[in-house]
Structures are given as C-alpha cells and as structure tokens.
C-alpha cells in the first residue's frame, strides 16, 4: 500500500467506524484495517439497540443522548434503516415500580413517562400479562438491525469520504508513521486501535492495566408474533443491570425480591431485551458468563431461562426459535469503557461493557478530536 493517511483505525467495528467517521468528516485520509473479511464481532452479534434510558448518570449517559442522535444522521445518509423506536419498561413487582418512579423524577427521565396498567394495556393489549403492574416508556430509544447497519456504513464511509478500507488484513503492530500488518506495511501519522475484545495482539501490557475480561452471551431470533412491539421490551432484571436504573437507592429492595425469586436467572445474569425487525421477527436476549477466554457452547438451560422471563414479562408463550447464536466483548468491573494512549499519536479505545453501539458514535468523535487536538464537537 504506497498511499499514506493521516489516520489509520484498526478494527471495523462500530467503534472503529465511529472514529472513522469522525475523522473522515473532517477532511483526514482514512483508512479502516480489519482481519476479517467482513463485521464478525460484538458490532454484528448486538441487538442493535441503541439505548439512552437506563444508560450510567453522567458521561455514559450523555454519550448516549449525542449518540443516538447521530445515528438517526448516519442511517439517514447510509440508508440504514431504523426498525424501531422508544424503550417499552415492564414492571411487575410494586419495588420495580419505584425504581421507575424514583427514575422519571431524575434528569434522565426527560423524555420517559410512566404508563399505568390500564394506560398500557389499552396501548398495547397483547401484552396484558397478569403481573403487569406499569410501564415506563421512553421515545428516545432506536433499534437498527446491526447486521445490515454495520456493513452499510462502512460502504457509506468508503463511498461519500473515501474511507479505505482493507479487510483479511491483521494489524501486527501500531508505531506511527508505520504500522505493520499481515499484508505489507501501511504509512499513517496516527492511529485508534478499536479491537473489540481482543486483548492480546496489540498493546498487550497497557490493556493489561485494566484486568479486562470477556463476556459471553447467549441470543435468540424468535418467529413474528403476529403484532408489533410498542417499543424495545425490557423488564424487572433490567433494572438491577443497567446503571442508570440499579444505582439508585430504591433498586436495593428490588434486587433483594429478586434474588429471593429469580436467583437462577440472577446467577447466569440474564434480563431480557427483546426487539423487533423488519420481518416482525424478534431478536431476544441476553445472558451473561464471564472469563478470560469465553467457550462456545449455548447452553440451553440458560436460552429456557431466557424464554421463561419474556414469557413472565410478556404474557405470552416464545414464538418458535429461529436462530441462536453467542457474542462476546470485553469486560471490566470498574469501568465501561477506556481510552488509552500507549503514545503520543496513538490511541486504543475499548468498550468494557455492552453499551459501543450506544455510545460509540460520540466516543469516536471525542477520541478523534482529542487526537488531532482539535476542541471537542
Ligand atoms: C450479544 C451482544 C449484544 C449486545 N447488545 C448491545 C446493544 O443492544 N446495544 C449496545 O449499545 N451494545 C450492545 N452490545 C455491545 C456492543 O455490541 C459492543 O460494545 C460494540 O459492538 C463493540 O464494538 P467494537 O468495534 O469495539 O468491537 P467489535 O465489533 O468486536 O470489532 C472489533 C474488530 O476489531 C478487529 N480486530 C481486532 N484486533 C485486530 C487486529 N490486530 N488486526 C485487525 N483487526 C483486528 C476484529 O476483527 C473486529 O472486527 C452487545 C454485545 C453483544 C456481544
């Protein structure tokens, strides 16, 4: 490759995207290194739900709030179709009902609202479940489907900027104005290493610092139940997950039901998020298992476990399963997410929780401003 470029992004998932655009926005040559052949990782495995409420107070969540916003941007002009909108909070336990209540009264209950039973039902009647007590909904929430979104906005990227992008390609090692790869050097005056979960070919010592794990998680596609989602569906598990809801005092008494009633569920840390493509199909998970190196096996006690909670949730028994598969990414317990900079033109940007296709559209334009030294967007 003789060309060189000002920027070179190592990974072509959405977080190397991201920085890709941000750069690319700005007049710089960019070129996206990948070593595979097309998107394979967590970018491509998610649900594609891009979500604000529930995000962690503060950074995360105003990460969030920038991103979601882009997104409705970038699909726009990379014809990436957005197959949902807003967040549909199930709660059927009266302590799950004062973690929303205690929500709304937050900041980051600005555009959320609290439905009652008869306000939901009346919305939506084929999720009348027995237990339903009330529904927090929010219309800030989108959902693309990534499989499809990831690949378009690569080709949007290469297309309308001229974005290169070299794929089959492994980087080998990162030192600007050099980088060496599996397929001959390439010449750029920096570089962002967004390697997803991989933390072991590049800058092995500095992501060490971290104590970064993987996380493995099961998913489900689920046949067209015959009726449209009123929103993304989550339900009571969510909230003693997602920061934003479980750092709130009144979660404490609704972890402590929950432990005494869905403890096995707790255990294999499943909640469930259900969300609905194109097609009507539903894309239905997640479980969550962690070590250093995540084995491939689906166990299908926990896939049940899943199915149990939309069935609670829901109301309604799973429609037949079309597809399963797992995802992995990287994991810390400390924080979501790390920018480091192993030198002075190189960053390694890693997201440590399953939040990148939330916050990632705005961490790329952080990390590329801060690079190039120019001010924040
Ligand atoms: C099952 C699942 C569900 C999720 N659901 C959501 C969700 O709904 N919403 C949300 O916001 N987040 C979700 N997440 C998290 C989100 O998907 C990730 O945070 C995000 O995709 C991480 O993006 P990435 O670009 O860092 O990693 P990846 O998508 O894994 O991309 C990293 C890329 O780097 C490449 N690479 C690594 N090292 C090298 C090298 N040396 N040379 C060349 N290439 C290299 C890899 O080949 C890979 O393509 C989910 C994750 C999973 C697994």
Partial sequence: ??????????????????????????????????????????????????????QERGTAWTRARLTCTIWEEVARQAGVTITQRGLWMMARRPEAVSVLEAFVRTEMGEGCRILSRAAA?????????????????????????????????AAWLAERYGVVFLPQTAVLSVEPPRLETSRG????????????????SLFPEQIAKYNVTRCKLQMLRL?????????????????????????????????????????????????????????????????????????????????RLIL?????????????????????????????????APARNVRIVMITSGSGASTGFAIGEEVVAELFGWSAA
């Fill in 308 to 340: 149990d909670e939309f069935a609670a949730a829901t109301g309604r028994p799973p429609s037949a399963v079309r597809e399963r598969w797992m995802g992995t990414y990287a994991s810390c317990t400390d924080r979501s997410m790390f920018i480091d």
């Fill in 223 to 303: 046949a067209d139940p015959g009726f449209r989602l009123p929103g993304v569906l989550m339900s009571d598990l969510g909230l003693v997950r997602y920061a934003g809801f479980s750092a709130l005092p009144e979660a404490a008494a609704l972890r402590e039901r929950l432990a005494a009633e869905q403890g096995r569920h707790l255990q294999h840390g499943i909640h469930l998020i259900a969300v609905q493509s194109s097609d009507g199909t539903l894309v239905v998970g997640d479980s969550h298992h962690y070590a250093q190196t995540a084995d491939f096996f689906a166990d299908e006690r926990v896939d």
């Fill in 121 to 153: 039902t009346s919305r939506c009647r084929e999720l009348a479940g027995a237990d339903l007590q009330a529904v927090l909904e929010s219309s800030i929430e989108l959902r693309v489907e990534s499989r499809e979104a990831v690949p378009k906005i």
């Fill in 1 to 54: 490759m003789n060309k060189s470029f000002d920027l070179a992004v190592v990974g072509a998932g959405i977080i190397g995207l991201s920085c890709a655009r941000a750069a690319a926005l700005q007049g710089l040559r960019v070129v996206v290194i990948d070593r595979d052949a097309r998107s394979n990782g967590a970018s491509v495995r998610n649900f594609g739900f891009v979500s604000v409420t529930g």
């Fill in 185 to 200: 050097v390439v010449n750029a005056g920096a570089a962002v290493v967004c390697p997803g979960d991989d933390v072991a």
